[in-house]
């Protein structure tokens, strides 16, 4: 079972001194915690947190004033870059979504959750893909000016065809070369006031024949033959 | 004494000779290496196999299959006669039923290297389930190697104790005691055919009863497992007695043999034509429209297995045979018996693939493997089935056909499996012998 | 007399992988093996769908669905009528479950299982964290293994490990030769699925699909049938839909977390 030391509920000192032989002994600990922040309503039709909106405005809906556009706006890098090609160079934005299997980049080396999330993978929509010549399981080098890593090719039909995806929180000796944050940039985006690295701009082509991807085809049971591959 | 030596019947290799004896060093190098890896096996378990949670039966279960076909021939061949009071194909008899022992003992010993605990297989006994159609194979495996036992004892004593064997154990040889064992023959034969038949018959049903693996769950995989034991079973005992004819005293009558040879013929037309056909037809025809699709769908298969069997294993053959005046050739019989074999090994590794190539739900990420943990970098996942037999599995196997192939090789040598006479009719009616 | 069975509510589930992870704590599964596994209905990989992306203002057709998928715990059991020695039998209480000091490893029931549930030790085990997890001991090498709905709990009155766990309530236990117990409402009042039901197997498992369930409305680790009168007082409102507090929609709150059942 999942279980949770929450270092808020209980202040004392010596509660901390149990629970830690308990936890030496036990190898889990369950806390009487009541780790939900939230408990009244939220101002929403559901009173839940919404994430997904049915009746959202699209982009040829009558209930748009004009200046909604859902095209994906340029890079922040080729806004600020001096001569303006730097998109033609490196079309794709490059994201590096929060996943379900980390937190940040911990518990990169858990074996159960890397069972299931085996590699780093970019998600890339077929069409992307295919104009690339890159088919579904390829290893493909990502790169720009700053960098470059190579991952393994995952199609997503749910991801837009301007957009590539590797969940952060990989390490570097997690990637056959290279690694996500190379390619990242520390221009600031204006909304947030943060680091804008959801909004990077590479161009994705297959990896070098030649290379060494025996550390994740070694001990691989369909071989790399992308028409059986299931598993992440 | 005297008399008896000339008449009764012997065994049709008085020596093994140069050649027999390099044979059976061969046979009893592939066994140790065969007992060796089994042993390896049995250290390691079966991680050391080409199976895995997707493909959970390999090599030993295609050949276990294939050996429970082959063991049909010898001892079909030897009761359908009799059961008519037929002397036909009277010369084939004894070999045949020493093939059938063979193969059955082949067959029954395929199953202990794939058992992940042989140690607990006394289970079988102690606490079956008799819903299971594996807890009836395992009866009448028994009981068809018994029979086969039984059966060569019974054509071979009143020679054996004539020749003054102790392999006769107490039986001595008498005008009335050949009588007496033709009568027992009779009833035998009885009781072998209906065995043959369930036999086989249960052994498809281990695949016939499973609803979880795509065309398993067929009511025509029983008839399908008669029939291609027909053709193995057949196809085996002509290789056996050309190459006994070849090398030792065994004589194979040329009539007999181009007969022999039309029946396995007209077993392949039913075999690989119709019951193919019969199979096949209803599914295309349901599934596709065009009159051009349904055609290529039924004629059409898509695996190498597939034609391996079909073409090479049952086209080929059955021209051969189907061609009256190839038929008459002995090393045309031989190269089609080999060929039907040869083809229905491949039928049962087809059968196998059929059930475990495609999963019924493959979504990803699939099915864990079950394969070796070599850290964080282990794919687990397969959402299809793929095997490849392993060096492990390749050398218990051979090992273990190369028992069948011994205990062959000691019927030739020490029972009386010789033609009878063709001017006295005594070997099977018995009454001729003057005391 | 009790049936224990599943009911799973696919509008609920979120993809997140805890019933998987549980599973494997829990039942001390080894590495490289999986009793349950979260599959993704829709595209070629995990978490991907079918369907293509909508672009130019295209309605999309994208669509994905998870299935969180173990033993589905059959009343006409295939691995049970084939396994040669008795060692996979159905219980009394309906849990289909492995002797593992029986099983003799010939893997018919793998051959029989249409739902590829059951996975063999074909390597010595191997597990992370080394010494192993959970409550169950370890099965040696070359028998067969799969989900047992935790019967090792169920029999000290708690419910299975994924069912605890599921932080989107999605999955819900219960006996279902009680009218009243949850599970059976769930089955009578949404629609339902079995896995491949046209197998003729008849599973314990059912997939809710279409409108969502209330989940499991019970916060505490016990079986539906252990609960106190208020816990199952406040269970019966919230599976009604009513609501449980001033709020409105409640999010699941652990009304108590005396668990400590390790």
């Known amino acids: 079972m999942i279980r949770y030391i929450w270092p808020e509920t209980n202040p004392c000192e010596s509660f901390y001194d149990t629970l830690y032989d308990r936890l030496v002994e036990q190898g889990t600990v369950h806390i009487d915690d009541d780790p939900v922040l939230y408990k009244g309503e939220f101002d929403t039709p559901t009173g839940r947190l919404e994430i997904y909106d049915e009746d959202a405005p699209t982009e040829d809906g009558d209930d748009i004033d004009g200046e909604v556009s859902l095209e994906v706006p340029d890079p922040i890098e080729s806004r600020t870059d001096d001569d303006g090609d730097y998109r033609d160079e490196y079309p794709l934005m490059f994201m590096q979504k929060h996943s379900k299997w980390r937190i940040h980049s911990q518990y990169e080396y858990q074996p159960w959750v890397r069972e299931i999330n085996e590699q780093p993978q970019l998600d890339i929509n077929p069409k992307t893909a295919k104009r690339r010549g890159i088919e579904d399981g390829d290893y493909v080098r990502v790169f720009n000016d700053r960098g470059q890593m190579i991952v393994r090719a995952k199609y997503n039909d749910a991801i837009r065809p301007e957009i590539v995806n590797t969940d952060q929180g990989w390490w570097e000796r997690d990637y056959i070369k290279g690694h996500h944050n190379n390619l990242t940039h520390m221009d600031i985006c204006n909304a947030t006031g943060n680091f804008a690295f959801y909004d990077t701009a590479v161009e994705v082509e297959p990896a070098p024949e030649d290379l060494d991807t025996s550390k994740y085809t070694e001990s691989n049971p369909r071989g790399s033959t992308p028409d059986s591959a299931g598993g992440e | 004494m005297a008399d008896a030596d000339t008449t009764a019947r012997r065994p049709v290799l008085s020596s093994f000779g140069t050649l027999g004896r390099g044979w059976l060093g061969v046979l009893a190098l592939l066994l140790v290496i065969g007992l060796g890896a089994w042993a390896y096996q049995l250290q390691h378990g079966l991680i050391e196999t080409g199976m895995r949670n997707v493909f959970s039966w390999g090599l030993y279960i295609m050949l276990f299959v294939l050996f429970v076909g082959l063991s049909a021939g010898g001892l079909i061949l030897s009761s359908a006669p009799k059961f008519f009071h037929s002397q036909r194909y009277e010369g084939f008899a004894r070999l045949g039923v020493l093939v059938s022992l063979g193969c059955i003992i082949v067959a029954g010993l395929l199953i202990l290297p794939d058992i992940g605990r042989p140690d607990r297989i006394y289970q079988f006994v102690t606490s079956p389930d008799f819903r299971s159609p594996m807890v009836w194979d395992f009866g009448i495996v028994m009981l068809y190697g018994a029979l086969n036992v039984w059966y060569l004892w019974l054509l071979t004593r009143r020679d054996l104790a004539a020749r003054g064997s102790r392999l006769s154990l107490w039986v001595s040889d008498s005008a009335a005691g050949r009588d007496r064992d033709r009568t027992l023959m009779f009833w035998t034969a009885v009781c072998a055919l209906p065995a043959a038949v369930a036999l086989h018959s249960v052994t498809g049903w281990i695949f016939a009863t499973q609803v979880g693996r795509g065309d398993w769950f067929s009511p025509l995989v029983a008839p399908v497992f008669i029939a291609k034991a027909l053709v193995s079973g057949l196809g085996l005992l002509l290789v056996v007695s050309i190459l006994a004819d070849r090398f030792t005293a065994f004589t194979a009558d040329r009539g007999e043999l181009t007969s022999l040879g039309k029946l396995l013929g007209i077993f392949l037309a039913f075999h690989v034509v119709y019951l193919l056909a019969a199979e096949r037809l209803p599914h295309a025809w349901a599934h596709h429209f065009g009159f051009w699709a349904i055609t290529s769908n039924f004629l059409i298969g898509d695996t190498v297995y597939f034609w391996l069997w079909t073409g090479l294993g049952g086209a080929v053959p059955l021209l051969l045979l189907a061609t009256p005046s190839l038929r008459r050739r002995t090393s045309v019989i031989f190269t089609a018996s080999v060929l039907a074999v040869f083809g229905t090994l491949f039928e049962g590794i087809r059968l196998v693939f059929t059930g475990y190539q495609r999963v019924n739900i493959n979504a990803a990420p699939g099915i864990a493997t079950g394969g070796e943990y070599a850290g964080l970098t282990t794919d687990a996942w397969a959402t299809a089935g793929t095997y490849t037999p392993t060096a492990v599995e390749i050398a218990v196997t051979v090992g273990v056909i190369s028992i069948g192939a011994l205990i062959v090789m000691a019927g030739l040598r020490y029972l009386p499996l010789q033609r009878a006479a063709p001017d006295a009719a005594y070997a099977t009616d018995g009454g001729d012998r003057t005391q | ?262």
Not at chain 3, 40 to 48: L, M
Not at chain 3, 182 to 201: C, D, F, P, R
Not at chain 3, 217 to 244: F, I, V, Y
Request: aromatic letters at 6%; hydrophobic letters at 25%.
């Open chain 3, 1 to 262: 007399m009790t049936n224990y069975g599943l009911v799973i509510d696919q509008e609920r589930c979120i993809g997140c992988q805890t019933c998987a992870m549980t599973c494997k704590q829990e039942n001390n599964v080894p590495m490289g093996q999986f009793w349950n596994r979260v599959l993704t209905v829709g595209g070629e990989h995990v978490d991907t769908p079918s369907g293509t992306y909508p672009e130019d203002g295209e309605s999309g057709d994208l669509d994905m669905n998870y299935q969180p998928t173990a033993c589905q715990h059959c009343e006409n059991a295939p691995c049970v009528k084939v396994c040669p020695v008795n060692a996979t039998y159905t219980r009394d209480d309906g849990i289909v479950e492995i002797d593992y000091d029986k099983c003799m490893g010939c893997r018919y029931c793998m051959a029989a299982c249409p739902y590829n549930a059951r996975v063999f030790n074909w390597d010595e085990p191997e597990h992370r964290p080394e010494d192993g997890t959970g409550d169950v001991a370890e099965r040696p090498q070359g028998v067969v293994e799969k989900c047992t709905f935790c019967s090792h709990r169920v029999e000290d009155g708690l419910d299975p490990a994924c069912v605890v766990n599921c932080p989107a309530d999605a999955r819900i236990f219960g006996d279902l030769d009680d009218d009243d117990s949850t599970v059976s409402k769930y089955i009578s009042e949404y629609n339902t699925e079995q896995l491949l039901n046209e197998k003729g197997t008849d599973p314990s498992t059912y997939y809710v699909q279409g409108k969502m369930t209330p989940g499991r409305p019970w916060t505490s680790d016990k079986l539906e049938t252990e609960l106190g009168d208020d816990e199952a007082a406040q269970a019966t409102r919230r599976r009604n839909g009513a609501p449980t507090s001033e709020h409105g929609p409640t999010p699941h709150v652990p009304a108590e977390t005396a668990g400590g059942d390790d």
